[in-house]
T-cell receptor
């Protein structure tokens, strides 16, 4: 069983729609990252969360430590948001354990 | 904005050859990492490095792999005798604290073993 599970694996939506990507994990963590990976392969950290909620522009991330669940929301989605979104948890001291990613496609 | 620099961006090597992947982490970061992503699969942890020694490594990181910080700025991953299954994108990352703040990834080196 994967330690970090994301849903959905693929998501296609129309421009302007509200997007939610979910992440559940089965291990103890110190924090959780949401990452973005574009087709060229580069990975960018969007958020690091250890509790509560964070907002950056149209992106909102929440985490519920007790339920071992996090969500990433995108408001007013745009085609440039099309990418793979990855949830990764920090285990032990330093290492990230990655989910399999959610491929998001926003159509104009 | 500070960035993690990886070279080369793409390397093709013959099976059995040694390769060295290079990374320049962010200068005030103290923790360094290598991850890999086989095509179509999720990103996997290889090794973390702190205070000039390995702090944690995965089962993937066997005797064929080694890391080094030779000169205080570069951080290298060496694969001694490459196998076909080593073909992957290799990402270097660095962080300031214990992996929680300022976790920055390089743009990756795509290694193709033929």
């Amino acid at each position: 069983k994967n330690e970090v599970e994301q849903s959905p694996q693929n998501l296609t939506a129309q421009e302007g729609e509200f997007i939610t990507i979910n992440c559940s994990y089965s291990v103890g963590i110190s924090a959780l990252h949401w990452l973005q990976q574009h087709p060229g392969g580069g990975i960018v950290s969007l958020f690091m969360l250890s509790s509560g909620k964070k907002k950056h522009g149209r992106l909102i991330a929440t985490i519920n430590i007790q339920e071992k669940h996090s969500s990433l929301h995108i408001t007013a989605s745009h085609p440039r948001d099309s990418a793979v979104y990855i949830c990764a948890v920090i285990q032990g001291a330093q290492k990230l354990v990655f989910g399999q990613g959610t491929r998001l496609t926003i159509n104009p | 904005e500070p960035e993690v620099t990886q070279t080369p961006s793409h390397q093709v090597t013959q099976m059995g050859q040694e390769v060295i992947l290079r990374c320049v982490p962010i200068s005030n970061h103290l923790y360094f990492y290598w991850y890999r992503q086989i095509l179509g699969q999720k990103v996997e942890f290889l090794v973390s490095f702190y205070n000039n020694e390995i702090s944690e490594k995965s089962e993937i990181f066997d005797d064929q792999f080694s890391v080094e910080r030779p000169d205080g700025s570069n951080f290298t991953l060496k694969i001694r005798s490459t196998k076909l299954e080593d073909s992957a994108m290799y990402f270097c990352a660095s962080s300031e604290l214990r992996g929680e703040d300022g976790y920055t990834f390089g743009s990756g080196t795509r290694l193709t073993v033929v």
